[in-house]
């Protein structure tokens, strides 16, 4: 997994962590653990009855068994959605805390 982790480094990068969080940044630098550091981050709030609110983070780190998923960011595509307008159900949790 960490070789593949070598194709997001200093691209804009969303993380979605076991408890449905959405984590956006550039992405810095990795471990064999999937322990993530994300510069500029910040968390984007989903809710049915508002527009998306977000939250800065600045310099942020994710330990690697938070982790569910890695994607890259479009960032033309990004730029280009309205947050404020849209509404979306927040993630539930993938997995139970221990």
Known sequence: MTS??????N???TVIT????????LLKGFD???????ED?????YSETAGVETVPLGLYIIR?????VV????????KRVDLENV???????IWIPQ
Do not use: C, F, S, W
């Not at 509404?87 to 949790?93: E, S, V, Y």
């Open 4 to 9: 593949a982790l070598d194709a997001y480094m």
């Open 11 to 13: 691209r804009i990068t």
């Open 18 to 25: 076991g408890d449905g969080r959405v984590i956006i940044g």
């Open 32 to 38: 064999q653990l999937i322990n993530l550091v994300l």
């Open 41 to 45: 981050a910040h968390e984007r709030i």
């Open 64 to 68: 690697g068994e938070n982790v569910a």
């Open 71 to 78: 994607g890259e960011i479009d960032e033309e595509i990004d």
């Open 87 to 93: 509404k979306a159900a927040p993630l539930a949790p």
